[in-house]
């Protein structure tokens, strides 16, 4: 028996049946992956499963993973989606769960995130109580480049109010120690999501909006990757971001 899935599967309170429709898959079909040893799905199900799930492949296919194993400078790919729509809520939940030390939310807006994590304010307020950093990274809503962004884009939800969305929900958990938000006009084009060794990123192309961003899915796995690449861009868009409170307090921006 796959111990491993069984558990997997009853902590995320996930029926044989509900993740065979996940898989597109019969449901006997998902009572074989789990009790007939050394049956193993296909690669495009393992990755479904995983991300449901929010488990690693290594640990519910050990032998899998290890003949599957990558080696070169592209290990750090976790998944690859063409559209950020197309990546599961439930991975960003999963992700935002287990994270214990850092949480940062460098995307321009992060509107969505309010729209497709039920109860995320309280979730940031519980990660910050227990200790886990939170930064939020968005546009400055008055800013010359949000107005011109704006113009590409073309939609009527405008990116300030997109952002003003987010600045009226992190002001209702602003007191909580260990959230923060600065504003940066330093990631337009470009937004990343951490969560501890986890990362998301999304580059913008030209006259589309968030949710149709080419997207990856990344695991730290090496000094100086992909991975701290991004993180570093990070740290410097932070350190030279403006800290969002301190405006408002000092200069009603």
Same mark, same amino acid.
Do not use: S
């Given at each position: 028996m796959n111990e491993a899935l069984r558990r997997a599967m009853a902590q995320a309170r996930l029926t044989d049946r509900e993740l065979a429709e996940r898989c597109g898959v019969?449901? *006997? +079909?998902?009572?074989?992956?789990? +009790?007939?040893t050394g049956r193993v799905p296909?690669?495009?199900h393992r990755w479904i499963i995983c991300e449901v799930l929010g488990e690693d492949e290594a640990v519910l296919w050990p032998a899998a993973a290890k003949k599957a194993i990558k080696v070169g400078p592209d290990r750090e790919i976790v998944s690859v989606y063409p559209y950020r729509s197309g990546c599961p809520a439930s991975l960003w939940r999963s992700l935002i769960t287990k994270a214990e030390r850092e949480l940062t939310f460098a995307g321009? +807006?992060?509107? /969505? @995130?309010? @729209?497709?994590?039920? $109860?995320?304010? +309280?979730? @940031?307020?519980? *990660?910050?109580?227990?200790?886990?950093?939170v930064r939020f990274l968005v546009g400055d809503p008055d800013s010359e480049l949000t107005r011109s962004r704006e113009q590409e884009e073309g939609v009527a939800l405008t990116l300030s109010t997109r952002i003003r969305v987010t600045l009226a929900e992190l002001e209702k958990i602003q007191s909580q120690p260990g959230i923060d938000a600065r504003y940066s006009s330093g990631h337009a084009h470009l937004s990343v999501f951490r969560f501890d060794d986890d990362m998301i990123v999304t580059p913008l192309l030209t006259h589309s909006v968030g949710h149709d961003a080419p997207t990856l899915h @990344? $695991?730290?796995?090496?000094?100086?990757?992909? /991975?701290?690449?991004f993180a570093a861009h990070v740290e410097e868009l932070w350190r030279r971001g403006t800290p969002i409170w301190e405006r408002e307090i000092d200069g009603q921006a």
């Open positions: 019969d449901i *006997k +079909t998902i009572g074989r992956w789990i +009790t007939q296909h690669a495009r321009y +807006t992060n509107y /969505f @995130l309010w @729209l497709e994590q039920a $109860r995320f304010g +309280t979730a @940031l307020r519980r *990660k910050g109580v227990q200790g886990c950093r @990344l $695991r730290r796995r090496q000094d100086d990757g992909m /991975f701290d690449r």
